[in-house]
């Protein structure tokens, strides 16, 4: 019997930046093992043109890619969840659905890019790529099948602490 995949949902206010890159970044990093999917709790509508450039310029698919409610995650016919974790502060401070399953939680909040000045984005986007990617690979690096709930709920609250190293960007 082959390992478990464990599904994944990456959490934020509109779902088309942040959350996005974390759902793409997850699914081409832990293919195989992970599953990750993205919502939003007010959700735009449509994934930022900036988010899919900075996706393509990395070489990471784009295919699919939409902007949803976290509705969707909180059906009988959802995938259910192992680990949800909140991208955006506004995100981490609402009132989430009641999700099936009992799905870990953490906040790993990550600035918007979005936000930053039309001169700023395409170094905002690079730089929420990069924080994004190195707490995935740090969660990539837990030893899921071995380790126990409570450190493993501390160690997912750990990641989204981390404090990172500034990118070096191109």
């Known amino acids: 019997m082959g390992e478990r995949t464990f ?11 942040r959350s996005i890159l974390a759902e793409v970044l997850l699914n081409e ?6 599953r990750a999917f993205s919502a939003g709790s007010f959700p735009k509508g449509e994934v930022h043109p900036m988010a899919l450039r900075t996706l393509k310029k990395a070489g990471l698919p784009t295919e699919g890619l939409r902007s949803k409610s976290w509705d969707e995650f909180a059906t009988e016919d959802a995938p259910e969840l192992d680990f949800i974790f909140t991208v955006c502060d ?48 740090l969660f990539l690096a837990l030893p899921l099948e071995s380790i126990d709930e409570m ?7 750990e990641i989204g602490k981390t404090k990172d190293a500034e990118p070096t960007l191109a």
């Open 151 to 157: 450190t493993l709920g501390k160690r997912l609250q």
């Open 90 to 137: 506004n995100a981490a401070n609402e009132t989430c659905p009641v999700w099936p399953g009992h799905p870990m939680t953490a906040h790993w909040g990550v600035e918007d890019p979005a936000n930053a000045p039309e001169g700023e984005q395409k170094a905002a986007f690079q730089r929420a790529m990069f924080y994004l990617n190195n707490r995935i690979s």
């Open 7 to 17: 599904n994944v949902l990456f959490l934020c206010t509109g779902n088309s930046a």
């Open 29 to 34: 990093h832990g293919r195989g093992r992970f």
